[in-house]
T-cell receptor
Framework: DAKTTQPTSMDCAEGRAANLPCNHS???????VYWYRQIHSQGPQYIIH???NNETNEMASLIITEDRKSSTLILPHATLRDTAVYYC????????????FGKGTRLSVIA | EAQVTQNPRYLITVTGKKLTVTCSQN?????MSWYRQDPGLGLRQIYY???????DKGDVPEGYKVSRKEKRNFPLILESPSPNQTSLYFC?????????????FGQGTRLTVV
């Protein structure tokens, strides 16, 4: 699986959009980009995933660059409950591959 | 409600005393796995199972066993726990392995071995 690079930490004001970047310059054509988050020591929570196209769901939007070497997770209106560690993961498929969690980005949403 | 349930949530035990951490999912998922999380090392996969009676080692399997006799259950067994197995453990399941599928995680089991 491709390696990802994320900033160690970020701050965001409550109510503003949080934009979390991720670099995956060695991503291959059959690898998806996944985002998970972990609030304190709870189990990781799936947010969104994508292959080439931008994706949106009720939690967030995922913007993937045309060359697929980077992506941005957007939380449109961050709340205090969005404070968590956010993990960007690229994962090949089909077949078994574990989710390889890096160190992620610690997002602090500030009132 | 779709969920992955782990028990116990917290456990303190002594070195060498066999223990089992249970994991159950109600989503009819084929794929289940166990992770451990340690400060500075992140989440690492211990074992996984593609389906009933099919299990395989992850990145850090030493000192652990698993079984998959039923689709919904995937217990983690520590035959002779040691202090270096003190960690936060997560069970996860997904509909199938590979890309394009989301994984559901349990709430975690914090294990302390003294």
């Amino acid at each position: 699986d491709a390696k990802t690079t994320q900033p160690t930490s970020m701050d965001c004001a409550e109510g503003r959009a949080a934009n979390l970047p991720c670099n995956h310059s060695t991503i291959s054509g059959n690898e998806y980009v996944y985002w998970y988050r972990q609030i304190h020591s709870q189990g990781p929570q799936y947010i969104i995933h994508g292959l080439k196209n931008n994706e949106t769901n009720e939690m967030a939007s995922l913007i993937i660059t045309e060359d697929r070497k980077s992506s941005t997770l957007i939380l449109p209106h961050a709340t205090l409950r969005d404070t968590a560690v956010y993990y960007c993961i690229v994962r090949v498929g089909p077949g078994n591959t574990p989710l390889v969690f890096g160190k992620g980005t610690r997002l602090s949403v500030i009132a | 409600e779709a969920q992955v349930t782990q028990n116990p949530r917290y456990l303190i035990t002594v070195t060498g005393k066999k223990l089992t951490v249970t994991c159950s999912q109600n989503m009819n998922h084929e794929y289940m796995s166990w992770y451990r999380q340690d400060p500075g090392l992140g989440l690492r996969q211990i074992y996984y199972s593609m389906n009933v009676e099919v299990t395989d080692k992850g990145d850090v399997p030493e000192g652990y066993k698993v079984s998959r006799k039923e689709k919904r259950n995937f217990p983690l067994i520590l035959e002779s726990p040691s202090p270096n197995q003190t960690s936060l453990y997560f069970c996860a399941s997904s509909l199938r392995s590979g890309a394009g599928t989301e994984a559901f995680f349990g709430q975690g089991t914090r294990l302390t071995v003294v």
